[in-house]
């Protein structure tokens, strides 16, 4: 068997499962939430992303069960952050083209 082709076959897969959990406009937004902040509790997240407690609740998991983010406890409080370092990266680029004032299409 070609190892480099079934290398590149599993890194494809692992992207692509990436990419799906980053195509939803509210993960995608919730995320360049945390590009800016490092961290923040679920409620920031869903005030910030303008959110329901529910439905950001459903994105989170979504974004944990992708290993996108992980979470820590501060307190009583639930805190966010990216957690997987090539997401960091991708995220970084997206947020440095399109989560500024000026977008070029």
């Known amino acids: 068997m070609n190892t480099v ?8 897969d692992v992207a692509a499962d990436m990419l799906k959990a980053l195509a939803h406009p509210a993960r ?4 360049c939430h945390l590009v800016d902040a490092g961290e923040l509790a679920a409620g920031e997240l ?4 303008g959110l329901s407690q529910s ?4 994105h989170l998991a979504k974004l ?7 979470t820590h406890r501060q307190g009583t ?8 370092a090539n997401a960091a990266r991708l995220l970084a680029l997206i ?3 399109y989560c500024h004032n000026e977008v070029k299409p």
């Open 5 to 12: 082709l079934d290398d590149m076959t599993r890194h494809a």
């Open 28 to 31: 995608l937004l919730v995320l």
């Open 46 to 49: 869903g005030v910030r992303a």
């Open 55 to 58: 439905a950001m609740s459903q």
């Open 64 to 70: 944990r069960e992708q290993g996108l983010v992980e």
């Open 77 to 84: 409080v639930v805190r966010y952050r990216i957690a997987d």
């Open 95 to 97: 947020h440095e083209l």
